[in-house]
């Protein structure tokens, strides 16, 4: 099953275990039989955001609440994105609810979104972008997040922020350990934190007046880690 809880929050819900139902999109008799409007130019509803279900360490099944449309939803555009930058790009179409991507890499990241087309060829909005994860080992350490920031410094909080980066293929990244070491220089980086999916932490062990330095590496769902972010420089101010 796919590890909600270290992914999203982009890692606060567990994905709850579910049977794959899916049909054909329904539409009335009539309106089929009679088909799309030359005139028609509604697009189909916003699709639900697709859940994933891991089939195996290589495919991926995918579900989603169907669209509806004035006439009739014909067909669903799967899209997927691997890596950074987020590229998405279309990786098939499924004339049902559901739709199993295969060829994937184990214990990889993939983020995925839907829309609905009509007869007529008017697209819905894009579906809610989803992250999923092939299950499985994989013995390529994630890579390093970049960007380390300070989004906020006070007296008692240091707020940091980073980018994620996801790989093609190999390890993604599951959590992060926020690292720390005490003045301008010198003195070594060591644990403060792990966290789960997100790109902000929130050090609150800092005193004022004082200089500290920060690092953040990438953990993957194995236990592989990532060399170490950018460093940032902070100085926490007076009370």
Do not use: K
């Amino acid at each position: 099953m796919f590890p909600w809880t270290r992914v999203l929050t982009l890692a606060a819900a567990v994905l709850a275990s579910a049977t794959i139902a899916a049909g054909p999109v329904s539409a009335s008799a009539a309106v089929e039989a009679a088909g799309p409007s030359a005139t028609d130019t509604q697009p189909p509803t916003v699709p639900g955001p697709p859940r994933p279900f891991a089939l195996s360490q290589v495919r991926l099944a995918l579900t989603w609440a169907p669209s509806t449309d004035d006439t009739a939803v014909t067909a669903y555009d799967v899209f997927r994105s691997t890596g950074s930058p987020v590229i998405f790009t279309a990786v098939g179409t499924s004339t049902t609810t559901t739709f199993v991507d295969t060829g994937l890499s184990p214990g990889t990241i993939y983020l995925y979104q839907v829309r609905a087309r009509d007869a007529a060829g008017n697209v819905s909005a894009f579906s809610p972008i989803v992250p999923a994860m092939t299950p499985g080992p994989c013995t390529t350490p994630p890579p390093a997040p970049t960007n380390l920031t300070t989004a906020a410094v006070g007296p008692a909080s240091v707020r940091l922020h980073w980018t994620i980066v996801v790989p093609g293929l190999g390890c993604s990244p599951t959590g992060f350990d926020v690292l720390r070491a005490p003045g301008y220089s010198g003195d070594t980086f060591s644990p403060i934190a792990q966290v789960g999916f997100t790109d902000t932490y929130v050090d609150t062990t800092v005193a004022p007046n004082s200089v500290y330095r920060y690092q953040v590496r990438s953990r993957s769902a194995n236990g592989l880690v990532s060399w170490p972010s950018n460093t940032v420089l902070v100085v926490t101010p007076a009370p």
